[in-house]
């Protein structure tokens, strides 16, 4: 069982930055293929960035490209979402989940975290 934490949501200005944090509380997140995905109200979940075991592989949504970078640092057990330009339409509850291998889309995670808050004003 892996248990994920988000942290690093909140409230910025449509331009802005944020960076999310997703803490694992296994010591081998290494092993697992990660991804970031969000959920806007009333809309369904949909998939935002993934990054392979490594580190390599790093795919995002065409809505996020040039804009967001996924990286992880395995050796914290940590995975990082860096969002610039952030849009009002960014804004949603962003969740990490992890599996046993990203290799692109489709990307269905085991694991998932509570999701953190992410609201950019206008």
């Known amino acids: 069982q892996v248990q994920l934490v988000e942290s690093g949501g909140g409230l910025v200005q449509a331009g802005g930055s944020l960076r999310l944090s997703c803490s694992a509380s296994t010591r081998t997140l290494g092993i697992y293929g990660m991804a970031w995905f969000r959920q806007a109200p009333g809309k369904e979940r949909e998939f935002v960035a993934g990054?392979?075991?490594?580190?390599?592989?790093?795919t995002y949504a065409d809505f996020v490209k040039g804009r967001f970078v996924i990286s992880r640092d395995n050796a914290k057990n940590l995975v990082y979402l860096q969002m610039n330009s952030l849009k009002p339409e960014d804004t949603a509850v962003y969740y990490c989940?992890?599996?046993?291998?990203?290799?692109?889309?489709?990307?269905?995670?085991?694991?998932w975290g509570q999701g953190t808050q992410v609201t950019v004003s206008s």
């Open positions: 990054i392979s075991r490594t580190g390599g592989s790093p």
């Open positions: 989940g992890a599996g046993e291998r990203f290799g692109g889309v489709p990307f269905r995670p085991s694991y």
